[in-house]
């Protein structure tokens, strides 16, 4: 199964259906949702794949704060 998904949330785009975060959670995929966790960055150098996300600070002198990280080979 997936070890992360990435689900666009905001005021056009709702949590997807109960069923599909379920199925993630049941295969422990980590879960970045864009109204949460904010923009969502995904690097890869062809094997392996890094996924950052960035939460808006309140002090816009700040940089955005790294809530998760996910590193995968393949």
Do not use: C, M
């Not at 069923?19 to 959670?25: D, G, Q």
Request: glycine share 6%; hydrophobic share 45%.
């Amino acid at each position: 199964g997936p070890k992360a998904a990435v689900i666009s949330v905001g005021w056009l785009h709702h949590l997807p259906d109960e069923a599909v975060l379920n199925e993630l959670k049941a295969v422990r995929a980590r879960v970045f949702l864009t109204r949460r966790d904010g923009a969502v960055v995904i690097r890869t150098d062809g094997s392996r794949i890094q996924i950052h996300a960035y939460r808006r600070t309140e002090a816009r002198s700040q940089p955005p704060a790294p809530v998760g990280v996910v590193q995968a080979a393949r």
